[in-house]
């Protein structure tokens, strides 16, 4: 598979423009057009996502460019009005982001790019966390209509959607980090930008084997469950298949959907309680694979002289594990990034297109050969 794997299909819409202004000074008193904050944001060469952080106070803005923000706004007499920016919301410069599940660790470094790329394209970002059992269709679809939204980004979601759910969504709509694989959408009828899950997780057994592990055993939140999970499973399962191991069903522990640490460190428990019998681990997540070094070690043992452990994700906590975690890195900066500018091109009326990223190993010093 290449770095990047393209399949482009269907198309729409149009992009908004730039507003301007003037402004007249004689003796230190200044006469002006109405600002609005595109003309700041014009103003000071910034995006106006980041002029509406400053007005706001968020604090993910360098102090320089606040200066410069503080002081334009100053100079101009520039006063924010929510009639305006209703007005600015009709003509479709907003982006909303439903992100599901506000604690994972690799959605943070994925958003940290979308808000970037999104402030280089001219958008506005609007934010929406939702839990993880959450419906970020109805979600989206709520925003979409409150805020007035061009598009719409999708960061995480159900790999099962049907066109009945998805007609909720009135904009043009990007899945990152996952795709629609048990579901019934068109290719054309939207775009995602991920990784290969399947392949990810079979890589990583691969992995494992070329390191001379022939008992690997695995953790996962479900077996069957149309999900990233599934893909993951099925991944690894077929990797040991495909070398003549023949896959044990004892070496498998579920953790009953859940990819929250408390239960990947109880199943890990269940595990080993039923069985030492294997020498390595195959997990599908970096907070996870934490999880279960913790139980590893409870239970007396080593990583990774007695178990090797290797997962996916590629998180930076992960990097000060002891030993450092190996793990399958998913390009978080570089998804956010591709999910926007997909979304851009849809919005200039290119067509829809599905990227798959490719994942890579990062060798740590969870694994050991035997």
Same mark, same amino acid.
């Given at each position: 598979?290449?770095?990047?794997?393209?399949?482009?299909?269907?198309?729409?819409?149009?992009?908004?423009?730039?507003?301007?202004?003037?402004?007249?000074?004689?003796?230190?008193?200044?006469?002006?057009?109405?600002?609005?904050?595109?003309d700041i944001a014009k103003t000071c060469g910034v995006g106006i996502s980041t002029v509406s952080?400053?007005?706001?106070? #968020?604090?993910?803005?360098?102090?320089?460019?606040?200066?410069?923000?503080?002081?334009?706004?100053? @100079?101009?007499?520039?006063?924010?009005?929510?009639?305006?920016?209703?007005?600015? #919301?009709?003509?479709?410069?907003?982006?909303?982001?439903?992100?599901?599940?506000?604690?994972?660790?690799?959605?943070?470094?994925?958003?940290?790019? +979308?808000?970037?790329?999104?402030?280089?394209?001219?958008?506005?970002?609007?934010?929406?966390?939702?839990?993880?059992?959450?419906?970020?269709?109805?979600?989206?679809?709520?925003?979409?209509?409150?805020?007035?939204? #061009?598009?719409?980004?999708?960061?995480?979601?159900?790999?099962?959607?049907?066109?009945?759910?998805?007609?909720?969504? *009135?904009?043009?709509?990007?899945?990152?980090?996952?795709? *629609?694989?048990?579901?019934?959408?068109?290719?054309?009828? %939207?775009?995602?930008?991920? +990784?290969?899950?399947?392949?990810?997780? %079979?890589?990583?057994?691969?992995?494992?084997?070329?390191?001379?592990?022939?008992?690997?055993?695995?953790?996962?939140?479900?077996?069957?469950?149309?999900?990233?999970?599934?893909?993951? %499973?099925?991944?690894?399962?077929?990797?040991?298949?495909?070398?003549?191991?023949?896959?044990?069903?004892?070496?498998?522990?579920?953790?009953?959907?859940?990819? @929250?640490?408390?239960? $990947?460190?109880?199943?890990?428990?269940?595990?080993?309680?039923?069985?030492?019998?294997?020498?390595?681990?195959?997990?599908?997540?970096?907070?996870? $694979?934490?999880?279960?070094?913790?139980?590893?070690?409870?239970?007396?043992?080593?990583?990774?002289?007695?178990?090797?452990?290797?997962?996916?994700?590629?998180?930076?906590?992960?990097?000060?594990?002891?030993?450092?975690?190996?793990?399958?890195?998913?390009?978080?900066?570089?998804?956010? #990034?591709?999910?926007?500018?997909?979304?851009?091109?849809?919005?200039?009326?290119? @067509?829809?297109?599905?990227?798959?990223?490719?994942?890579?190993?990062?060798?740590?010093?969870?694994?050991?050969? +035997?």
């Amino acid at each position: 598979m290449t770095d990047i794997d393209y399949r482009p299909t269907g198309k729409l819409a149009k992009q908004s423009s730039w507003g301007h202004f003037d402004t007249l000074q004689s003796n230190r008193e200044k006469a002006w057009y109405p600002m609005t904050i595109k003309d700041i944001a014009k103003t000071c060469g910034v995006g106006i996502s980041t002029v509406s952080r400053v007005l706001n106070g #968020r604090p993910d803005v360098s102090d320089e460019v606040r200066s410069k923000v503080l002081a334009v706004v100053e @100079e101009t007499g520039y006063i924010p009005n929510n009639s305006a920016r209703d007005l600015s #919301r009709s003509h479709s410069d907003a982006i909303g982001v439903v992100v599901r599940g506000s604690d994972n660790l690799f959605f943070s470094a994925v958003l940290k790019s +979308i808000s970037s790329e999104i402030d280089k394209f001219g958008y506005t970002m609007v934010p929406h966390f939702i839990t993880s059992d959450a419906d970020e269709v109805k979600a989206g679809a709520i925003l979409e209509r409150e805020k007035k939204l #061009r598009g719409l980004i999708f960061l995480g979601g159900r790999f099962d959607y049907t066109k009945e759910e998805l007609a909720l969504v *009135n904009v043009p709509y990007v899945c990152c980090s996952f795709n *629609n694989s048990f579901g019934t959408l068109e290719d054309s009828d %939207y775009s995602s930008v991920s +990784i290969d899950d399947y392949q990810t997780a %079979y890589d990583a057994a691969e992995y494992l084997m070329k390191k001379g592990h022939r008992k690997i055993a695995g953790v996962v939140p479900g077996k069957d469950d149309h999900s990233i999970s599934e893909l993951r %499973y099925v991944g690894y399962k077929d990797a040991l298949e495909d070398a003549g191991i023949r896959h044990n069903d004892n070496l498998v522990e579920e953790t009953g959907g859940s990819f @929250e640490m408390p239960a $990947a460190y109880d199943a890990v428990k269940r595990l080993l309680a039923r069985t030492h019998d294997f020498t390595a681990l195959c997990v599908p997540s970096d907070t996870m $694979a934490i999880a279960a070094m913790k139980a590893i070690a409870d239970e007396g043992l080593r990583v990774p002289e007695d178990i090797s452990i290797i997962a996916i994700d590629g998180l930076t906590v992960s990097e000060y594990t002891l030993p450092t975690l190996t793990t399958m890195v998913q390009p978080a900066e570089r998804m956010g #990034r591709h999910a926007v500018s997909v979304l851009h091109d849809v919005l200039r009326g290119k @067509e829809t297109r599905h990227e798959l990223l490719k994942a890579a190993v990062r060798e740590g010093g969870s694994v050991r050969e +035997i």
